[in-house]
């Protein structure tokens, strides 16, 4: 499954009519350029779960990945995109 696909999954199925309404998932860009993700995990099952800082930087290709706050956070470079949407959807899927 594509991994955008399975965040909206995973995203809508968060959904209460309380979380959302509270909490949910930012996606933005940065100027260095790249991406910025946020995924707030407070009332989700993965709101006590820590994620171990993870990353990787080099010239064309860098991502970090770490969880602080009941916030699941990630920035990368322009096309890392899909590998910090793929390091959340392994992180979250072995909480099960």
């Known amino acids: 499954m594509d991994e955008l696909i399975w965040l909206m999954n995973w995203y809508n199925s968060q959904c209460n009519n309380s979380w959302e309404r509270q909490f949910g998932v930012q996606l933005t860009t940065t100027d260095n350029p790249g991406w910025h993700l946020t995924v707030n995990l407070d009332q989700t099952p993965l709101a006590t779960r820590d994620f171990e800082r993870t990353e990787q930087l080099g010239e064309d290709s860098w991502w ?33």
Do not use: H, M, V, Y
Not at 66 to 90: H, Y
């Open 64 to 96: 970090q990945c770490w969880t602080q706050d009941k916030e699941f956070l990630a920035a990368c470079g322009p096309r890392d995109l899909p590998k910090i949407l793929a390091i959340f959807r392994k992180w979250a899927e072995s909480a099960r």
